[in-house]
T-cell receptor, first 109, second 114 residues
C-alpha cells in the first residue's frame, strides 16, 4: 500500500527553527508538495520538490531525497502565525496526490 | 487567490437525505477535485474532473456522485447521506493542464449528518 508518515504534533519556540519530516512509500514518484493549513481553513501551497536537494523560499525551505523516500520542511525564525498543520503530499505514478495526515505545529512564546 | 468558492459553507442534515455541494471557479481551470478531510486522516480524493462531462473516481468515491456541466461548476452529491459522511469537504483546482500542477483549495464545506 501507499503510505506517507509525518509526526502528529510538534512544539517549538518563537524565533527558533523547526524541521518537520515526511517519509513516503508510494507506487512511483512525480513530485512532493508541502501545504500549510491553519485551523478551520483550507490548505495553502508552500512548496514543490521533484528533484533531490533543498529549495529555499524565504523563511521556509523544503528538502527532498528520492532515494531515501524522505523530505523535510524547515521553518526558520518562527512566528506565532506559523502555528498550523503542515501537510506532506506525494504525486504517485498515476498522478494521484497521496496525502499525509499532517503535522500540527504549536509555537510557544 | 485561485477564485474558488464553495457553497454552502456549513450544512447540517439528517441521515437518508440527499445533499449537493457546489464548487465554483472563475478562472477556467480544467482540472477540479473533491476531497474530504477527517481527523487523523490525510485528505482523501473523492472524485475529480478533467473537463466538462469528464469525471473519474478517487480513493473514496462510494456513496458520492459528481457532475460537471460547465467549466466553472463542479457539484458533489451525496445521494443518501450517512453519518460516516460527516466531514469537511474541500474542492480544489489544478492551475495547469495536468495533475502535476499545484492544487489550490476552496474554503471548505463543513457537513454534519445526524
Amino acid at each position: 500500500g501507499q503510505n506517507i508518515d509525518q509526526p502528529t504534533e510538534m512544539t517549538a519556540t518563537e524565533g527558533a527553527i523547526v524541521q518537520i519530516n515526511c517519509t513516503y512509500q508510494t507506487s512511483g514518484f512525480n513530485g512532493l508538495f508541502w501545504y500549510q493549513q491553519h485551523a478551520g481553513e483550507a490548505p495553502t501551497f508552500l512548496s514543490y520538490n521533484v528533484l533531490d536537494g533543498l529549495e529555499e523560499k524565504g523563511r521556509f525551505s523544503s528538502f527532498l531525497s528520492r532515494s531515501k523516500g524522505y523530505s523535510y520542511l524547515l521553518l526558520k525564525e518562527l512566528q506565532m502565525k506559523d502555528s498550523a498543520s503542515y501537510l506532506c503530499a506525494v504525486l504517485d505514478s498515476n498522478y494521484q496526490l497521496i496525502w499525509g495526515a499532517g503535522t500540527k505545529l504549536i509555537i510557544k512564546p | 487567490d485561485a477564485g474558488i468558492t464553495q457553497s454552502p459553507r456549513h450544512k447540517v442534515t439528517e441521515t437518508g437525505t440527499p445533499v449537493t455541494l457546489r464548487c465554483h471557479q472563475t478562472e477556467n481551470h480544467r482540472y477540479m477535485y473533491w476531497y474530504r478531510q477527517d481527523p487523523g486522516h490525510g485528505l482523501r480524493l473523492i472524485h475529480y474532473s478533467y473537463g466538462v462531462k469528464d469525471t473519474d473516481k478517487g480513493e473514496v468515491s462510494d456513496g458520492y456522485s459528481v457532475s460537471r456541466s460547465k467549466t466553472e461548476d463542479f457539484l458533489l452529491t451525496l445521494e443518501s447521506a450517512t453519518s460516516s459522511q460527516t466531514s469537511v469537504y474541500f474542492c480544489a483546482i489544478s492551475e495547469g493542464q495536468g495533475h502535476t500542477d499545484t492544487q489550490y483549495f476552496g474554503p471548505g464545506t463543513r457537513l454534519t449528518v445526524l
